[in-house]
């Protein structure tokens, strides 16, 4: 692929080189021989294996646990190590961008870490972005360089109509109101009802609570009443469920339909076990649940497989051939490399990539 006279160098780390490969297979070109190991200090190794000197590259790399912080190191020597190859422009590609969750100062002495991961790429030398639903758009303003944050909506959309049955009678529901934004706008392309869940964390529960005045302790009864308390602030009827937290159906009626939870990333599926619950509770005929990013720490996998859904669908932004297996057919997952390709294409012709958005691309 040409474009006044520069080339598409496509380069990949180890976060997830099938994703890169499918991009490649799509675009009709080969990726761009590269070594990314560690030495035995455990510091890392890149090596270019090909002249990327007025190139356009392209480096995929979707950080993702266990090893996050590797990964995102990864990215950053092999974005420098393109910048002083002299290469054209660099464009960091990342599916699910690391430390979104740290988008804001939330209490004391905490820091916002997504906006130093904006700054990190920056300095090594980027000078593009290409992400997909970000956990808040504001982190787009973290960057003073373009940032292009592709949506998943458009291929969840076809995922609904040709996966699920009964879809035209589905509600789309939002497990918090965080995301009702992103859920109605599916529900719209769709026209399909949207309903909301309330979530109420534990720190705003006992934020709710009159504390009753506390009798002085007997003397000598200290350590049992301290214990005793501890315990119970954690009690739950799941061991899983340690927050405390609790949902309530706040708007929709999900009675007797099939209800599609909608959400930007899963971690340990608290929310999504909760959420599928009170729909349950609720008299919904189905649960599914369609998250952008399936993190899926490796420790959750069998709370993951007693989920009460039945589908967990993901897109591939994440490397997930492992957990699928690991799931015994609950996971499922949604191919992203297309829309990943096509911006690539786009962006290294110039061109406009709201075509991205429409309903029919495919």
Same mark, same amino acid.
């Given at each position: 692929?040409?474009?006044?006279?520069?080339?598409?160098?496509?380069?990949?780390?180890?976060?997830?080189?099938?994703?890169?490969?499918?991009?490649?297979?799509?675009?009709?070109?080969?990726?761009?021989?590269?070594?990314?190991?560690?030495?035995?200090?455990?510091?890392?190794?890149?090596?270019?294996?090909?002249?990327?000197?007025?190139?356009?590259?392209?480096?995929?790399?979707?950080?993702?646990?266990?090893?996050?912080?590797?990964?995102?190191?990864?990215?950053?020597?092999?974005?420098?190590?393109?910048?002083?190859?002299?290469?054209?422009?660099?464009?960091?590609?990342?599916?699910?961008?690391?430390?979104?969750?740290?988008?804001?100062?939330?209490?004391?002495?905490?820091?916002?870490?997504?906006?130093?991961?904006?700054?990190?790429?920056?300095?090594?030398?980027?000078?593009?972005?290409?992400?997909?639903?970000?956990?808040?758009?504001?982190?787009?303003?973290?960057?003073?360089?373009?940032?292009?944050?592709?949506?998943?909506?458009?291929?969840?959309?076809?995922?609904?109509?040709?996966?699920?049955?009964?879809?035209?009678?589905?509600?789309?529901?939002?497990?918090?109101?965080? %995301? =009702? &934004?992103?859920?109605? $706008? #599916?529900?719209?392309?769709?026209? +399909?009802?949207?309903?909301?869940?309330?979530?109420? @964390?534990?720190?705003?529960?006992?934020?709710?609570?009159?504390?009753?005045?506390?009798?002085?302790?007997?003397?000598?009864?200290?350590?049992?009443?301290?214990?005793?308390?501890?315990?119970?602030?954690?009690?739950?009827?799941?061991?899983?469920?340690?927050?405390?937290?609790?949902?309530?159906?706040?708007?929709?009626?999900?009675?007797?339909?099939?209800?599609?939870?909608?959400?930007?990333?899963?971690?340990?599926?608290?929310?999504?076990?909760?959420?599928?619950?009170?729909?349950?509770?609720? %008299? =919904? &005929?189905?649960?599914? $649940? #369609?998250?952008?990013?399936?993190? +899926?720490?490796?420790?959750?996998?069998?709370?993951? @497989?007693?989920?009460?859904?039945?589908?967990?669908?993901?897109?591939?932004?994440?490397?997930?051939?492992?957990?699928?297996?690991?799931?015994?057919?609950?996971?499922?997952?949604?191919?992203?490399?297309?829309?990943?390709?096509?911006?690539?294409?786009?962006?290294?012709?110039?061109?406009?990539?709201?075509?991205?958005?429409?309903?029919?691309?495919?």
């Amino acid at each position: 692929m040409h474009n006044k006279g520069k080339t598409i160098r496509l380069l990949t780390g180890n976060a997830h080189p099938k994703l890169a490969e499918a991009v490649a297979a799509r675009l009709g070109i080969d990726l761009t021989p590269c070594s990314v190991t560690k030495f035995l200090s455990l510091e890392t190794s890149v090596q270019i294996h090909s002249s990327v000197r007025d190139e356009d590259v392209f480096i995929i790399q979707s950080p993702s646990p266990p090893g996050i912080n590797d990964h995102l190191m990864e990215l950053l020597i092999m974005i420098s190590a393109c910048k002083t190859a002299s290469s054209k422009r660099v464009t960091a590609v990342i599916p699910c961008y690391p430390y979104a969750r740290q988008d804001k100062k939330d209490k004391s002495r905490a820091p916002i870490t997504a906006k130093l991961v904006a700054n990190l790429l920056a300095v090594a030398g980027a000078d593009h972005v290409i992400t997909m639903d970000l956990h808040a758009s504001q982190i787009q303003g973290f960057f003073d360089i373009p940032v292009d944050n592709l949506f998943s909506e458009t291929i969840m959309t076809q995922y609904i109509k040709t996966e699920i049955d009964g879809w035209r009678n589905a509600i789309i529901v939002s497990p918090d109101a965080g %995301g =009702a &934004k992103r859920a109605t $706008a #599916l529900a719209d392309r769709l026209n +399909l009802d949207f309903a909301l869940i309330n979530r109420k @964390r534990r720190r705003d529960l006992a934020a709710s609570m009159t504390l009753p005045t506390v009798p002085p302790t007997p003397t000598g009864s200290n350590h049992g009443s301290e214990a005793g308390d501890a315990s119970s602030s954690h009690s739950s009827d799941d061991g899983h469920d340690a927050t405390g937290d609790k949902m309530e159906l706040l708007v929709g009626d999900v009675r007797g339909r099939v209800a599609i939870l909608i959400d930007d990333m899963i971690d340990t599926g608290h929310t999504v076990r909760l959420a599928a619950g009170v729909l349950r509770d609720a %008299g =919904a &005929k189905e649960v599914y $649940a #369609l998250v952008s990013h399936g993190l +899926l720490s490796e420790t959750t996998m069998e709370y993951l @497989r007693d989920l009460p859904v039945k589908k967990l669908v993901v897109t591939n932004s994440i490397d997930q051939t492992e957990r699928v297996s690991a799931c015994n057919g609950l996971l499922d997952t949604i191919d992203i490399a297309p829309i990943l390709a096509e911006s690539i294409r786009r962006t290294h012709n110039g061109e406009s990539i709201s075509a991205l958005f429409r309903p029919d691309f495919s």
